[in-house]
């Protein structure tokens, strides 16, 4: 069973541009969860999608956002990049509205903003 | 607030030792309770997680936790330690709040392992 996968495993951008990040979740789970693990700020919880839909999402200005797909999959677009936005953004997925189903995470995506 | 403590954020210990690493949670609730582990440039892997029942969970790698719930604890424990298990680890809940589920993660514990 092939597990989270997210895509570019690396991202450089510049300040002001706008970056696209991919996950693709286990086959058979609905939600998708992204957190940014920025150093010294350890894992902040980001945004959270079930079934199309945006649930939940974390202390974050709007210019993070993201969509989740009818496999889905997500998108996880940050605008208007700032130099603190560089950080490792992970991915999970879950079979279950959370609780009683662990959290699955894939390898991240790296981005640099300069 | 709902909240995750782990007071150590570096631990170095021979190959071979003992190895506990603490925990300490606020939630009101019966909490969802989770130890990752994540090696450089990776993501997280699960090693055990605590839902109910026996509060002593056994996990992979051989690692095993204990929750306490008079102490708000779930201390992560392995009995000798491999040059391998050399990363960082996160303690989390999961937390329903506002009808919403979220992991709250620790700051992390960084091990390190001398040969």
Known sequence: EAGVTQSPTHLIKTRGQQATLRCSPISGHTSVYWYQQALGLGLQFLLWYDEGEERNRGNFPPRFSGRQFPNYSSELNVNALELEDSALYLCASSSHRGGLNEQFFGPGTRLTVL | ?115
């Open chain 2, 1 to 115: 607030a709902q909240s995750v403590t782990q007071p150590d954020i570096h631990i170095t210990v021979s190959e071979g030792a003992s190895l506990e690493l603490r925990c300490n949670y606020s939630y009101g609730a019966t909490p969802y309770l989770f130890w990752y582990v994540q090696s450089p440039g990776q993501g997280l892997q699960l090693l055990l997680k605590y839902f109910s029942g026996d509060t002593l969970v056994q996990g992979i790698k051989g690692f095993e936790a204990e929750f306490k719930r008079s102490q708000s604890s779930f201390n992560l424990r392995k009995p000798s330690v491999h040059w391998s298990d050399a990363a960082e680890y996160f303690c989390a809940v999961g937390a329903w709040m506002d009808s919403s589920y979220k992991l709250i993660f620790g700051s992390g514990t960084r091990l390190l392992v001398r040969p």
